[in-house]
């Protein structure tokens, strides 16, 4: 049962750890209405790369992400499909960037995020 609600655009930074571990912004990303996202700005470098990432999951009708099963042991996971619809879809896709392309998607409280 999908929990279905407008929900107002967000701006997140999109992050990347380097070999140090500490994060670096490659980037901004727009998640509107029904989780599209829109790719506000990029390192030049990587522009390319982060469009397909981007045209990919606009692509995808519902998005599937690993979520740890009720009672289950710590090493198990199961998975949740959340529909373009449902207002769980931006929460839903700042964890399969995480999971699926090991990039962090950080909501910036400001509207808005400076790429250096």
Same mark, same amino acid.
């Given at each position: 049962?999908?929990?279905?609600? /407008?929900?107002?655009?967000? *701006?997140?930074?999109?992050?990347?750890?380097?070999? =140090?571990?500490? %994060? *670096?912004?490659?980037? /901004?990303?727009?998640?509107?209405?029904?989780?599209?996202? *829109?790719?506000?700005?990029?390192?030049?470098?990587?522009?390319?790369?982060?469009? =397909?990432?981007?045209?990919?999951? +606009?692509?995808?009708? *519902?998005?599937? @992400?690993?979520? %740890? %099963? %009720?009672?289950?042991?710590?090493?198990?996971?199961?998975?949740?499909?959340?529909?373009?619809?449902? +207002?769980? @879809?931006?929460?839903?896709?700042?964890?399969?960037?995480?999971?699926?392309? =090991?990039?962090?998607?950080?909501? =910036?409280?400001?509207?808005?995020?400076? @790429?250096?």
């Amino acid at each position: 049962m999908s929990a279905h609600a /407008t929900q107002a655009a967000m *701006t997140c930074r999109i992050e990347q750890s380097g070999d =140090d571990e500490v %994060p *670096t912004v490659i980037g /901004t990303l727009l998640i509107g209405e029904a989780g599209k996202l *829109t790719l506000v700005d990029a390192l030049e470098l990587l522009r390319p790369a982060l469009q =397909d990432i981007v045209d990919s999951v +606009n692509g995808e009708p *519902t998005i599937r @992400i690993k979520v %740890p %099963p %009720p009672g289950a042991e710590p090493s198990g996971f199961g998975r949740l499909t959340v529909p373009r619809d449902d +207002n769980r @879809i931006a929460a839903a896709i700042v964890d399969y960037f995480e999971q699926r392309f =090991d990039l962090r998607l950080v909501p =910036d409280s400001h509207g808005r995020s400076e @790429i250096p």
